[in-house]
């Protein structure tokens, strides 16, 4: 993390907010945004590894209200361990979620690593009054989330040889989907008043950060949070990754917590990883937002409000 704000009048949004992308002011109609991110194995086939990588960095443009244009890859693999063909199936399998997100790979970097990773640094463009942010949701405002949650637990299952074929397909559908869908879907019904991405911190994490940077209170209800399946079968029986733990115990401090078992409050807190958009819109503007999801035959799930409040608030419910 940098130190202090970068000081340059170009930098419409760094890195004081927490949020999914940095964005630099090119004129008065364009604004660049920029983003990176990479993943150790979510999976063991290596095509769907680098597929799932891509959709992963790319969706911090789509967060940002963005269009993706270029992308660099970014390559650590174990000399003499992995083979060519093994090398080469992670890198078709990225290329195929550029092509289909329609973004230009320019080359990358690759790196000796004892442990496999791969990701991409995104360029893309919006117009700087139409960037979504993370830190502006207002009193009033109802949450809603585009994909179910629970690829954590299911990834270590997988990892563990305990993952039905069942639960195993349906995160990797989940994980290589693109938000481009769910952007374009949003965008069409209104203007957000505050978006982010449900990844690493989970989905309380990525809450808390909203609430904090626009100072509100936001209200979940952990009955109406969609779960990937087999995720609360999981978690009933504590399988879940160590990085899911860590991510409860740094929100627990600020969570108010009402009839909620634990088991259910730590999936709430599970890494995420190439999960969905979590965002915010006026109350009024909630129905044409279901709307255009259900246009394009997209899932979309209301799972809270946000609430006026003195200092920055998180409250789990269970309704």
């Known amino acids: 993390m940098l ?63 963005a269009t993706p244009l270029s992308a660099l890859n970014l390559l650590a693999v174990p000399d003499g361990i992995l083979t ?5 199936q992670m890198l078709r399998g990225g290329q195929s979620i550029l092509d289909l997100a329609e973004t230009a790979l320019l080359g990358g970097h690759s790196i000796d690593d004892p442990e496999p990773k791969i990701g991409y640094a995104v360029t893309g463009i919006v117009h700087p009054d139409r960037i979504w ?21 299911i990834i270590k299952a997988i990892k563990d040889g305990d993952a039905t074929d069942a639960m195993a397909d349906a995160v990797i559908a989940m994980m290589t989907t693109l938000n481009r869908e769910a952007k374009e879907a949003l965008e069409e019904a ?34 109406q949070v969609p779960l990937l399946p087999g995720a609360a079968a999981l978690a009933q ?21 009402n009839r909620v078992e634990s088991w259910l409050l730590t999936l709430l807190s599970d890494a995420v990883t190439s999960g969905g958009l979590i965002f915010t819109v006026r109350a009024e503007d909630e129905a044409k937002v279901h709307r255009s999801f259900a246009a394009k035959g997209l899932p979309l799930y209301a799972i809270g409000q946000v609430v006026e409040t003195e200092v920055p608030t998180l409250v789990v419910n269970r309704s």
């Open 237 to 257: 029986s504590n399988r879940f990754p160590a990085g899911s733990r860590r991510n409860l115990d740094y929100v627990r401090p600020h969570l108010q917590v």
């Open 3 to 65: 130190p202090t704000p970068v000081a340059d009048r170009r930098v419409l949004v760094g890195n004081e907010t927490h949020d999914d992308a940095g964005v630099f002011l090119l004129d008065a109609t364009r604004a660049l945004v920029h983003t990176v991110d990479f993943l150790t194995p979510v999976v063991d086939d290596p095509y769907i590894f680098g597929q799932v990588a891509a959709a992963n960095s790319l969706s911090d443009i789509y967060a940002m209200g």
């Open 84 to 88: 060519p063909q093994t090398i080469g």
């Open 133 to 153: 942010r993370n830190s502006t949701a207002r009193p009033g405002d109802r949450l809603l989330l585009s994909k179910p949650i629970g690829s954590g637990v």
């Open 190 to 223: 209104c203007i957000p008043t505050a978006v982010t991405d449900v990844t690493g911190f989970g989905l309380l994490g990525h809450v808390w950060e909203m609430a904090v940077g626009a100072g509100v209170g936001i209200h979940i209800d952990a009955t």
